[in-house]
């Protein structure tokens, strides 16, 4: 399941990382990406490990953490370490796929969900769309700045040439605590049914049981 979530960085935060990430060093890439992505990768990634840039790490995964309707659909279980990559004119990222492991400092973590947090303001830039293919077809993304797209991390996807401007994103992978896709979205669809019968019948039975059904079916999926 695809799922686009807005307004998951405010305009505070979006202002702080341009700022420190303004005059920063960016890389070639190709230094982060899988051999058989190296091929088609042709943007830049933030080098710096500097005070500003682990402060512009944090500021992006701390809005993470802290945004609900996030947390819910992709109920995290660990975090990778935060790229953040821009692409001027004639810049993408070719078809492929994310591998299935992810850095995380020394160690690795499984790249259940990709995560996409969009830095850039739609009019900054033309081109640049993410293109995720799905069974159900390809569709392109293009969405404010401050908010996420977090999809499967098993699709093709591409980063379609940048025409005009730059775009300026930051992207990680997530370890989820429910490894199965199906199941992550069965119970993201199940919180919301808890959340409106807890609104709107809060002593009912049927609201317990629906508590209680979810609480179970953690308890089977959970890693």
């Given at each position: 399941?695809i799922h686009?979530i807005?307004?998951?960085?405010?305009?505070?935060a979006?202002?702080?990382i341009?700022?420190?990430?303004?005059?920063?060093?960016?890389?070639?890439g190709?230094k982060?990406a899988g051999?058989?992505?190296?091929?088609?990768?042709n943007?830049?990634q933030?080098?710096?490990?500097?005070?500003d840039?682990?402060?512009?790490r944090?500021?992006?995964v701390?809005h993470?953490?802290?945004?609900?309707l996030f947390?819910q659909?992709?109920?995290?279980?660990t975090?990778?370490?935060?790229?953040?990559s821009k692409?001027?004119?004639?810049?993408?990222?070719?078809?492929?796929?994310?591998?299935?492991?992810?850095?995380l400092?020394?160690?690795?973590?499984r790249?259940?969900?990709s995560?996409?947090?969009?830095?850039?303001?739609?009019?900054?830039?033309?081109?640049?769309e993410?293109?995720?293919?799905?069974?159900?077809g390809?569709t392109?993304?293009k969405?404010?700045?401050?908010s996420?797209?977090?999809?499967?991390?098993?699709?093709?996807?591409?980063?379609r040439p940048v025409?005009k401007?730059?775009?300026?994103?930051a992207?990680?992978?997530i370890?989820?605590?429910i490894?199965?896709?199906?199941?992550?979205?069965?119970?993201f669809?199940?919180?919301q049914?808890k959340?409106?019968l807890?609104?709107?019948?809060k002593?009912?039975v049927e609201?317990?049981?629906a508590?209680?059904?979810?609480a179970?079916?953690h308890?089977?999926?959970?890693e």
């Amino acid at each position: 399941m695809i799922h686009f979530i807005p307004d998951v960085l405010d305009k505070d935060a979006l202002d702080e990382i341009r700022r420190l990430v303004l005059a920063a060093e960016f890389v070639d890439g190709k230094k982060t990406a899988g051999y058989r992505a190296k091929r088609v990768k042709n943007n830049e990634q933030l080098s710096s490990n500097d005070e500003d840039a682990k402060r512009a790490r944090q500021l992006v995964v701390d809005h993470l953490k802290g945004h609900s309707l996030f947390t819910q659909c992709c109920l995290p279980k660990t975090y990778s370490s935060i790229l953040i990559s821009k692409s001027g004119v004639g810049k993408g990222y070719g078809l492929h796929v994310d591998d299935a492991q992810m850095k995380l400092g020394n160690a690795k973590i499984r790249s259940d969900i990709s995560v996409t947090v969009f830095l850039s303001d739609e009019d900054d830039y033309e081109g640049g769309e993410l293109e995720i293919v799905t069974p159900y077809g390809t569709t392109r993304f293009k969405q404010p700045a401050g908010s996420v797209i977090a999809y499967p991390s098993k699709f093709l996807h591409q980063v379609r040439p940048v025409t005009k401007g730059e775009r300026l994103v930051a992207v990680c992978w997530i370890q989820s605590y429910i490894r199965n896709e199906q199941d992550r979205e069965i119970l993201f669809e199940l919180d919301q049914i808890k959340r409106k019968l807890n609104d709107v019948a809060k002593d009912a039975v049927e609201t317990d049981l629906a508590f209680k059904v979810s609480a179970n079916l953690h308890r089977r999926w959970t890693e």
